[in-house]
């Protein structure tokens, strides 16, 4: 699907989570991460949730206090007669998202801002259940979170 | 709390004690406030990390390294100092702390982490682990920090995974294939079949996701290896109810789609289903998307393609609209209709509320530009861009100075109202596009000769508006207006107003480089009224001989204006000022008693008086360029002023005035400046090939650093080259249209070496060569040359012009130049392609055997009989009939090594792409033999692992 990365930031433009496919130094992270805050956060309810961003596509979407910021590949960016359409399909992504938040809805019941800071380790674990390599292997919530609940039985 | 500031070196049994836990480093970042008490609580934390971190209790130094990780991932905290203790970490025989191990180490290693070898061990003994939930950590963070020294190690381990019989680990070492293969493309050859069999195994959909992934992603780079797979995917297609691995599908069919046309024949039909039964949007979106990009011929799915677009148009949800209209966009260039029996919804949505939205609305109105609608289009954007937002507005700007200046202008045809709308567009009160339209001004005037007159009302427009002065946004823009008006002045009907629009007083808001602009502009403006105070005879005379010199220089799409154009030329008695006249008699007439109108004495003494006093205070200017070409106007306006007044008494004696010392420097002056510019190819100097024998970078590369802040400044909207070059420019073409062969004379490479003298001379030995070497090459863009150089101005232009012109007639990319090839290509392109040449090149060998052993593996199966039936009608100009010559061969050995002949030969055309000149690691300086060998040990090692019979490659016809 090509997923670069993963953000979940707050109203306050604080990072909560972030997950990388590809390698970028520190400071490349924190560029990004500003650029993109500041860009989308700055966006209100009327306004669709796709932000082209240097060679990224941001799909987001907010929930209460919280943007899921998914980057992925734009390769539109060269918008002649010779188009490549391997860009990632922006309504899944939404839908990824979705996923991704009624997953952590189920397991934290209610899920907000505090779980997922206090659970950092826990939301990678259920991210990297569902994306590898930038490609999105699991969609079956069961399944997201059966690994999991077996950890949490046995600690 | 305190336990970690007491103690100096090692952790003490304190700090195992008391150590904070990660909830409470947490809740102490959040009591303080962002800032510098933060960071310096931060910093406490870590120096307490960093001792609890040497612990010998996992436990401690377990929460410790989960305490930097979340430091490291949310608050950027550098931790690749504590690389060695997650190594340390993931080996712990608690599943919680290798986890936290695995944690830290899939978010902060580099592929440069020194330890990263260190994990290999670690790695494949948790992949052989029998806990699936150690395996799966494993594959995790083998998939985020795999390089290829991981990926060659551990290839066997995963291709043991890949059969497992736990879906749950499959599924993971399949995703985390797409990995491995980018960093080592060799293991393809191992786990490609294994691959393909989970793309066949339809029962779980758990693994099937994640293989059609891989294929999805492996496909997005180099399609042609997996149109043997078609069958499948086809299978799938239909048979799937999963949207994701739908979407997947869909994706690489429209890869595939363009590769083998009879394979769209077949796929048209179920995305035309999936369009119309599903119900769930992204679905729907991406079947749209396929059928606009890679079934765009199929006129029925392209219909109801355009149908859901419009839905998506109409829906309230936003997000859906901006879809639709992109989904419009890839509609546009082969159906045009579609755009236009949306037009109101698109026309509409460029006052949206969504900065987004009206961008793509935009992208969309441009798309649709044509040389017909181009007037009609640009007036409503200008009207859309008044409206905007600032942001906006300059975005709509922009996008029209784009398009209408694509291709050299491609689209306009009425230059006159393109000079108009370029002036309107200056006086938008948010412009800031200065720089494009400044570019613009003076690139349309300088190709196009018909538009001067008008240029120059447009130029006299800006200039006399002192309101404009005060924006800086659009200094830019009235420096070239003044050029404009300098240059052109003797299409001016007056003179003396663009004198005084120059001198204002306000253009002391100007920035100095601008101001000198206006200063130059003036001189030629007080040259021109000079001389046609004068000389009014030669005035005509001069224009004639330089129309003489300047050939028909007019861009070819305007070539229908041609005829008209006649009357433009200054004939012999063309009156210079009033190019309305079309009627060279008429001209005379008018010459005579207009120029007896507007160039009297009084004028003229006026004028000189003007310059002379607004002048005055700036000849002590601090700026140099000001300080020069003030004085350079003041010592002609003083010369011209005394001369003038004292001879008032013959001011009716014409013949006079021929012999002051003003008329005679004016002649010279005028000759000089009454030559024209025109546009240079920005090539022209890449196009001159460098002599066989000359090298120019080995002894001086290391000078460039030095280098680096003398170079010239290249001039962005013209330039002025010596004959030489444009001799050369001559030869080169007509060498090229005659053998296409780069000729390198001795004069070239002469000339090539004076103008590195030139730039480096520091670094010669000084010699009176340097004098002579005027006589070869000189820099294209040298700035001294500017005046000295008129004479050979007009052969230049001419030829320039010419070789424009005809490139752009043919639109053939220069062929030519060594030049060009040698040092262009970047490396890491070259790099990557490789890769993924690897990828694919070892993908269609594998394709080959694996299809033999399926056959023979599993021959029951309808799939693999299709095959086999397949094999009698294999078909012409796809990749499997390329294939073909394999088949006779018996022998493995044999046909393996003809094969991979085989396939070297097909890579040939493609650059870059010399598969066997790289090793292992994609690297690409290892010798060939090196490389070589070590692909027939991977495929001993392929071969004997995996037990793949080669004996019979059979072809599939993917069209079933």
């Keep these: 699907m090509g997923i670069r990365f993963v953000l979940m930031v707050n109203k306050q433009g604080q990072t909560r989570l972030a997950q990388y496919y590809e390698y970028l130094t520190l400071e490349e992270r924190r560029a990004l991460e500003g650029e993109i805050v500041r860009k989308c956060l700055a966006r209100n309810e009327q306004q669709c949730s796709f932000v082209e961003h240097r060679t990224y596509k941001i799909v987001y979407r907010r929930y209460a206090s919280l943007f899921f910021l998914v980057g992925v590949d734009n390769e539109e960016v060269s918008r002649a007669h010779t188009f490549t359409i391997m860009c990632p399909n922006e309504l899944a992504i939404l839908e990824f998202i979705h996923l991704l938040v009624e997953t952590m809805d189920r397991h934290f019941g209610n899920v907000c801002e505090l779980d997922i800071m206090f659970h950092l380790e826990k939301a990678h674990f259920m991210l990297e259940e569902m994306v590898m390599n930038g490609c999105i292997v699991e969609t079956s919530k069961a399944n997201i979170l059966a690994p999991i609940q077996l950890m949490d039985k046995a600690s | 709390m305190s336990g970690g500031s007491g103690g100096g070196g090692g952790p003490s049994l304190m700090d195992s004690l008391f150590q904070r836990t990660l909830d409470d480093l947490i809740k102490g970042i959040r009591i303080h406030v962002p800032g510098a008490a933060q960071s310096t609580f931060i910093s406490k934390s870590l120096d307490e990390i960093r001792r609890e971190i040497k612990s010998t209790d996992l436990q401690t ?161 180099e399609p042609r290896s997996y149109l043997p797979l078609a069958p499948e995917f086809y299978r799938i297609l239909v048979d799937s109810r999963n949207n994701w691995v739908l979407i997947k599908v869909l994706k690489i069919f429209a890869k595939l789609a363009k590769l083998e046309p009879r394979l769209a024949k077949k796929v048209v039909e179920p995305i035309c289903d999936h369009m119309k039964r599903s119900e769930a949007k992204s679905l729907v979106f991406e079947c749209v998307r396929t059928i606009v990009s890679s079934f765009y011929e199929y006129e029925f799915a392209v219909k109801l393609a355009v149908a859901k677009i419009r839905e998506f148009l109409l829906d309230s949800d936003l997000n859906l609209k901006y879809l639709g209209l992109q989904g419009l966009l890839l509609v546009a260039p082969n159906h045009s209709w579609a755009v236009l029996e949306n037009k109101e919804v698109v026309i509409k949505s460029l006052s949206d509320v969504d900065r987004n939205i009206k961008l793509e609305a935009l992208r969309l109105v441009m798309s649709m530009v044509s040389d017909d609608n181009v007037v009609e289009i640009c007036r409503v954007l200008i009207g859309y861009a008044l409206k905007s937002d600032p942001e906006f507005c300059n975005e709509i700007l922009r996008s029209m100075l784009l398009t209408c200046s694509r291709n050299v202008y491609e689209i306009i045809i009425d230059f006159d109202w393109y000079a108009s709308l370029l002036g309107e567009m200056a006086r938008i009160p948010h412009c800031q596009n200065g720089e494009e339209i400044e570019y613009q001004l003076i690139d349309i005037g300088m190709r196009v000769k018909d538009v001067r007159p008008e240029l120059v009302r447009v130029g006299r427009d800006l200039l006399i508006d002192p309101a404009l002065l005060g924006n800086p946004f659009i200094h830019r823009i009235l420096s070239a207006a003044a050029w404009v008006s300098g240059e052109y002045v003797w299409f001016s009907r007056n003179p003396f107003e663009i004198m005084e629009a120059l001198l204002q007083p306000r253009t002391n808001l100007l920035p100095p480089s601008i101001r000198a602009v206006y200063i130059h502009s003036a001189f030629k403006v007080l040259s021109f009224c000079l001389h046609s105070f004068l000389l009014p005879n030669k005035t005509a005379n001069s224009l004639s001989k330089f129309a003489d010199m300047e050939p028909d220089f007019i861009y070819s799409e305007s070539e229908g204006e041609f005829p008209e154009t006649s009357g433009l030329r200054p004939h012999q008695e063309f009156n210079p000022r009033d190019l309305s006249e079309k009627n060279a008699d008429n001209a005379t007439i008018s010459s005579s008693s207009l120029k007896n109108d507007t160039f009297t004495r009084e004028s003229v003494v006026n004028m000189l008086t003007l310059i002379l006093t607004s002048l005055s205070p700036l000849a002590g200017s601090h700026d140099v360029e000001i300080e020069e070409r003030v004085r350079n106007l003041f010592g002609l306006a003083q010369l011209a002023q005394e001369e003038i007044c004292c001879h008032d008494d013959r001011k009716e004696m014409m013949v006079d005035r021929d012999d002051l010392k003003t008329s005679i420097i004016i002649r010279l002056i005028n000759d000089a400046l009454s030559e024209d510019f025109g546009p240079v190819s920005l090539s022209a100097q890449e196009r001159v090939p460098v002599p066989d024998g000359l090298v120019l970078e080995e002894n001086l590369s290391k000078l460039d650093i030095i280098c680096a802040d003398v170079q010239l400044p290249k001039s962005k909207s013209f330039s002025l080259v010596r004959p030489s070059l444009l001799q050369m420019d001559g030869d080169f073409v007509s060498s090229r249209q005659n053998e296409e062969e780069s000729e390198t004379s001795a004069a070239e490479s002469t000339s090539l070496l004076s103008e590195h003298r030139k730039r480096h001379g520091l670094f010669y030995l000084p010699s009176d060569n340097n004098q002579n070497a005027s006589t070869g090459f000189q820099p294209a863009n040298d700035p001294n040359q500017k005046d000295n150089d008129v004479e050979d101005l007009v052969k230049l232009t001419e030829e320039s012009l010419v070789l424009k012109r005809k490139s752009n007639l043919a639109r053939p990319r220069p062929v030519v130049v060594k030049l060009d090839e040698g040092g262009r290509l970047p490396i890491t392109v070259k790099k990557t392609q490789s890769t993924d040449d690897l990828i694919s090149g070892a993908v269609r060998d594998v394709l080959l055997g694996n299809e033999a052993s399926s056959q023979s593996n599993q021959s029951g199966k309808p799939s693999s009989r299709r095959r086999g039936k397949a094999l009698s009608k294999v078909d012409q100009g796809s990749e499997s009939n390329n294939n073909m010559e394999n088949f006779e061969i018996g022998n493995s050995s044999k046909r393996r090594s003809k094969h991979r002949i085989h396939g070297k030969d097909k890579k040939h055309p493609s650059p870059g792409n010399d598969v066997e000149g790289r090793d292992e690691n994609g690297e690409v300086n290892k010798q060939k033999s090196g490389s070589r060998h070590g692909r027939h040990k991977a495929r001993q090692r392929a071969d004997g692992g995996i037990n793949v019979v080669v004996q019979k490659p059979v072809i599939p016809d993917f069209l079933l």
């Design chain 2, 61 to 221: 130094k377990s929460t410790a390294l989960q305490k930097l990780t979340y430091l490291h991932s949310l608050h950027g905290i550098d931790m690749s100092w504590a690389a060695f203790h997650a190594v340390e970490l993931t080996s712990s025989p608690s599943f919680i702390h290798k986890k936290t191990g695995y944690l830290a180490a899939s978010l902060s290693f580099r592929p440069s982490t020194d330890v990263l070898l260190l994990l290999t061990n670690q790695l494949r003994k948790d992949l052989s682990s029998t806990n699936q939930h150690e395996v799966s950590l494993a594959l995790e963070c083998l998939s985020v920090i795999c390089t290829p020294d991981f990926a060659r190690d551990l290839t066997p381990d995963i291709f043991t995974l890949l059969a497992s019989s736990k879906n749950f680990i499959r599924k993971k070492s399949i995703a985390c294939l797409l990995m491995v293969f980018s960093q080592y493309p060799d293991a393809v050859r191992v786990c490609f079949k294994r691959l393909v069999e989970n793309l066949e195994g339809t029962d779980n959909a758990q693994t099937l996701a994640a293989t059609v992934g891989v294929f999805c992603e492996l496909a997005s780079k």
